[in-house]
C-alpha cells in the first residue's frame, strides 16, 4: 500500500465509481450509461433499467471498461478471445453514441536460466 505524499494517509476506493484516490484529491469521472445492443434493439426505445453505468473521461473509456466488466463477469473473456459487441453509451446530456468493442488476449511468457547440469549430464553455463 503507498502512502499519500501530501497528508501520510493511505490511498481509499472511492464507493461511489471504484476508483483510487488520496485524501480529498478525488472527483469522480463523468458518468456513462451503457447498453449491450443486441439485434433485437430499437435504439429510441432503450429503457433506462436496461442500461449498466460506468465513470470515464469519455465514449471510448467506457466502452473499454463495460467490456472489462463483461469478460470478468462470466470468466470466459468472450470479447477478448474472439466476440464483437455493439454497445449504445449515452453520456450526461444525454447524447447516444453506437459504438463497436473488441479484444485481444496477449500472451505474456517468462524465460529463466537454469542452474545445474543439462539433459547430456555437462554443466550449464
Same mark, same amino acid.
Given at each position: ?60 473509456? @467506457? ?41 485481444? @488476449?496477449?500472451?505474456?511468457?517468462? @524465460? ?14
Amino acid at each position: 500500500m503507498e502512502r499519500c505524499n501530501k497528508c501520510g494517509e493511505y490511498y481509499e476506493r472511492c464507493n461511489k465509481c471504484g476508483e483510487y484516490y488520496y485524501c480529498d484529491s478525488h472527483k469522480c469521472s463523468p458518468q456513462y450509461k451503457i447498453y449491450h445492443e443486441n439485434e433485437d434493439s430499437e435504439y429510441d426505445k432503450i429503457k433506462d433499467e436496461y442500461f449498466r453505468t460506468v465513470y470515464a473521461h469519455d465514449h471510448g473509456q @467506457a466502452a473499454k471498461k463495460y467490456a472489462e466488466w463483461e469478460d470478468k463477469r462470466s470468466a470466459e473473456y468472450m470479447i477478448a478471445r474472439f466476440r464483437e459487441i455493439i454497445l449504445i453509451i449515452e453520456d450526461e446530456s444525454g447524447k447516444r453514441e453506437k459504438w463497436r468493442v473488441t479484444g485481444h @488476449a496477449e500472451p505474456v511468457y517468462d @524465460a529463466y536460466k537454469m542452474e545445474g547440469k543439462n539433459e547430456n549430464n555437462n554443466e550449464r553455463d
